[in-house]
């Protein structure tokens, strides 16, 4: 079975410049999950989905990030404009069950560096 | 006040010792622990839940102690393949926060 998939793997961009990243979560999911992770830190909830509504924005920076889980399945995260603290790891995690019981699966996560 | 916060690593150990980290959490209302895996630059992965009497899996043991919010984690007779990122977790309202994490290196 496929697990979460997520492209691209590596993105350099100039600050201001737009980005976006695209998650394929495992067929039957219905919770996503955006995370993003810093060099020597863990990963931090950005936004929530269960099935198409985003039921958890709360850490998101809604002046600059936006995401969106059309039909449920797919997800979009994208940020505009990109300023240089923005470098980081954006992981993508789909569960089937919850996390009450711990297990998200993770994408191998999308690594933008903005210059 | 950081939610979920471990030792600070790295912990360099020789093969067949055994480690021991540790983890606190500041909300109470937390419902349920586990500990995570992370490889050097890929994703992480699930390794143990951690129930309140304590539970066992090969050379790894998980404890934890709701009344101090303490979460701790063993590893005995460590193997060179252990050497990872271990994430603390706790899950909140659905869901998971993250420690910063413990890099352990196992050296020959």
């Known amino acids: 079975e496929a697990g979460v998939v997520q492209s691209p793997r590596y993105k350099i961009i100039e600050k201001k410049q737009p980005v976006a990243f695209w998650c394929n979560p495992i067929?039957?999911?219905?919770?996503l999950y955006w995370y993003l992770q810093n060099l020597g830190q863990g990963p931090e909830l950005l936004i929530r989905?269960?099935?198409?509504?985003?039921?958890?924005d709360s850490q998101l920076p809604k002046d600059r990030f936006s995401a969106e889980r059309l039909k449920g399945v797919d997800s979009t995260l994208k940020i505009q404009p990109a300023e240089l603290g923005d470098s980081a790891v954006y992981l993508c995690?789909?569960?089937?069950?919850?996390?009450?019981?711990?297990?998200?699966?993770f994408g191998e996560g999308s690594r933008l560096t903005v210059l | 006040r950081k939610e979920v916060e471990q030792d600070p690593g790295p912990f360099n150990v020789p093969e067949g010792a055994t480690v021991a980290f540790n983890c606190t959490y500041s909300?109470?209302?937390?419902?349920?622990f586990f500990w995570y895996r992370q490889d050097c630059r890929k994703e992480p992965k699930l390794l143990m839940s951690?129930?309140?009497s304590g539970n066992e899996d090969g050379r790894f043991t998980a404890q934890l102690n709701r009344a101090s919010q303490y979460i701790s984690l063993l590893i005995r007779d460590s193997k060179l393949s252990d050497s990872a990122t271990y994430l603390c977790?706790?899950?909140?309202?659905?869901?998971?926060?993250f420690g910063q994490g413990t890099e352990l290196s196992v050296k020959p």
């Open positions: 909300n109470s209302a937390s419902q349920s």
């Open positions: 067929s039957g999911h219905n919770t």
């Open positions: 995690a789909s569960s089937f069950r919850g996390a009450d019981t711990g297990e998200l699966f």
């Open positions: 977790v706790v899950s909140q309202g659905g869901k998971l926060i």
């Open positions: 951690v129930y309140s």
């Open positions: 989905y269960e099935n198409e509504e985003a039921v958890d």
